[in-house]
């Protein structure tokens, strides 16, 4: 991809667009915010990435580039996350052991505040995905005044629970299928999930082993993201390529045990519309515990989706009827 190209991405030419890419002052840490729409009339979502540590904002234009013709879209690097990561370098030790449930709900009023300076809105769309739905979702319940809608994507109602009840799933197909390697694995997997909080780096390997089991038994509509999407993207440079591949618990050390210690069901009052959109095929957060509790769910409105031939990422495994789901709820 030559300059141009890259340009056009980075600043495509629409007289009414918005094309930001900044770093605030978040809460006492310097962090990165990206703002991409065709049109500044149009809704704002504010998507909060999952992890913790997986950013989307340097794929932003491939993950959610046919967004940009109905939403401002408002990626943000979250604490010790890629570029925020980079921009406070000296500070990784001391930032990766916060991380709480107020942390984030500060972080996530405080760009709500500086979204203000920068757009004209009166509330926001909050979308979580995965582990942001753990923060996004509490925040719309601690501040509606903010926020219009919330979205919850591949929804997560108990970490543990939720792999206890996968590996569950996988081992009956391994079982189906005779494969001994695969159900040693599984058991190897269940025997270490960590109840304590504290993910190791033992821990992040076998998530990697349980995502590939997962592909092969049940997740097989999951698309990977293409390596040179990845390599070309102008939204990423190459330091921030390189903290993609990093795996250091310690990193998120507070994060992980929110995480850990959230369970959903402890408050399903939610003074705002409250929209579900799930894959069919998530193994991450398995949408069959999220329908058990829906009917419990209070809410102004309250829906649940789910996309067909998609996994946990279903908002890039079936771009096409996200999309349209999306664009239903809003409207």
């Known amino acids: 991809m030559n ?10 030419d629409y007289p009414n667009g918005i094309y930001k890419y900044e770093y605030v002052e978040i809460n006492g840490i310097k962090q990165y915010i990206q703002i991409r ?3 500044k009339k149009n809704p704002l979502i504010l998507f909060v990435h999952g992890g913790p540590g997986g950013s989307t904002a340097g794929m932003a234009h491939i993950l959610m580039g046919s967004w940009e013709d109905k939403f401002t879209v408002v990626n943000w690097d979250q604490r010790n996350t890629c570029k925020t990561l980079l921009a406070n370098k000296d ?11 107020s ?36 925040y719309s319940k601690l501040h509606p005044e903010n926020v219009s809608m919330y979205i919850g994507v591949g929804q997560l109602i108990n970490y543990v629970e939720g792999f206890q009840v996968v590996c569950e799933q996988l081992m009956e197909r391994a079982k189906a299928n005779c ?21 190791s780096v033992e821990w992040l390997k076998q998530i990697r082993q349980f995502s590939a089991l997962g592909m092969k038994y049940i997740s097989q509509n999951t698309k990977m993201y293409s390596p040179k999407d990845f ?29 850990f210690n959230y369970d959903f069901r402890d408050n399903m009052i939610f003074p705002v519309p409250a929209i579900f959109i799930t894959g069919e095929e998530d193994t991450a957060c398995p949408h069959s515990l999220l329908k058990g509790l829906i009917d419990s769910i209070e809410a102004p409105r309250k829906e649940l989706y789910i996309v067909s031939k998609a996994g946990h990422n279903c908002y ?6 996200f999309l349209r789901i999306l664009v239903d709820v809003t409207s």
């Open 231 to 259: 390599y070309n993207s102008p939204l990423l440079d190459r330091a921030s390529r390189k903290t993609w591949f990093k795996q250091d618990p310690k990193m998120h050390e507070g994060s992980f045990k929110t995480m």
């Open 91 to 101: 500070r990784v030790d001391e930032i990766g052991k916060t991380g709480t449930m």
């Open 3 to 12: 300059k141009k190209e890259k340009q056009k991405i980075l600043y495509p």
């Open 37 to 39: 729409g065709k049109d």
């Open 316 to 321: 890039y495994d079936n771009a096409e009827e």
């Open 179 to 199: 494969n001994k390697k695969d159900i040693i694995k599984i058991e190897k997997i269940i025997e270490n999930i960590p109840e304590d909080g504290k993910a």
């Open 103 to 138: 942390d984030y709900i500060k972080d996530i009023d405080e760009i709500i505040g500086y979204l203000h300076t920068v757009y004209e809105f009166d509330k926001i769309i909050l979308m979580g995905f995965s582990w942001g739905t753990v923060i996004s979702s509490e």
